[in-house]
């Protein structure tokens, strides 16, 4: 085992190494050669003659015939030791709770609606609370559809966030006003001309009251819904097959306040939430939702969207499947109150809607401790 060093006054033998003397050595103990290895400077010290033992006093040892060798290996060893010390710890694997991609504001597109997005890697599409659009993707508007509620089997006065899938838009519809939702409805348009094909029937059982966003799950065959209002409904995430089946609910956890929008991403939900107070230039937030559990969804903040100012309200979300970038519905410019629009901010005349687009790098590991 290490023993002290008795230091140069009592043990006159020693010879120093090339290197800068260091106040503080290991001691190692080779019979009767000791190796004092300084972890700081990579520093060592060789130590000839008889070995000190408690109080100092000399014990005997047996002899090495070859001493010099042995110097040499000890050396070695010493700079291995040192070099083992100094070299950097492993980065430590990211916690399940922290962002699990990065993100860096590209560009922004303005754009007609103000409720949600669709991307298809091919075109564009932007929902307005009565109006769908579709634009390349440079942002030329290239067709509309004024009147998307002809055909629904409910009548509807309200469109929110939107997703496409397989050719279609799909479309989560309801009667609105003054932050009651109710005649929720899964509506299915036709992505080439916006034209309504299909509704899906809602299942009342479910508790949802109010319908904000939609998304297609495409490894699963399946759509999930969110809801923006009541304190029950806005807790959930709700699933349905794509035959309109009712499947489940998850319960958030915690749970967003005010969610606009949903899409599905790499195994996981992601929801944009209205959560910060315009008044107060309070930025809105991503989120990520684990929905592998049967009933439970863990809820982690991915983004803190402060790059817009007085938005009103942040709107639907999707990936952009040719670049891999987000696109968030931000609108900016309008007070909203339960939902409604009621007049505007000082240096607005209207409200300005914008396509955000956010590059996503997956987060690296996080920097040891140190």
Known sequence: MPEPDPGPATNPAR???SFLACEIFMTFRFGSTRLLVSPFRLNYTVVEGPLRGFMGKPRAAPQFARRE?????IALAALLLGAALVLPQAPQARPAHAPKYEYTLKSVMPVAGRQGVACDGKYIYVS???KLFKYDMNGKLLKQNDNPFEGYAIPSNHIGDIDVYNGELYISAENFMDGVG????IAVHDADTLKFKRTFKFEPKSGQLEVSGITVDPVKGTVWMC????EESGRYLYEYDLDGKYLRKVHLQPVPQWVQGVFYYDGSLFVTADDGTADD?????????????ATNAPVVLEKTFDEAIKQGEIEGLCV??????LLVHMNRGARIVLG??????PGYDKEIHELYRYSMQPAGPRAPRP
């Not at 230039?281 to 559990?293: K, W």
């Not at 952009?320 to 970038?325: E, I, M, Y």
């Open 15 to 17: 010879r120093r190494g």
């Open 340 to 345: 409604m629009g009621k007049g505007f901010y």
């Open 320 to 325: 952009d499947p040719s670049s891999g970038d």
């Open 227 to 230: 809801s923006w209002v009541g």
């Open 69 to 73: 060798r042995m110097k040499k290996l």
């Open 128 to 130: 307005d609370s009565k």
């Open 281 to 293: 230039n309070e930025p809105d937030h991503l989120y990520r939702v684990d929905v592998t559990s």
């Open 182 to 185: 109710k005649d929720i409805q």
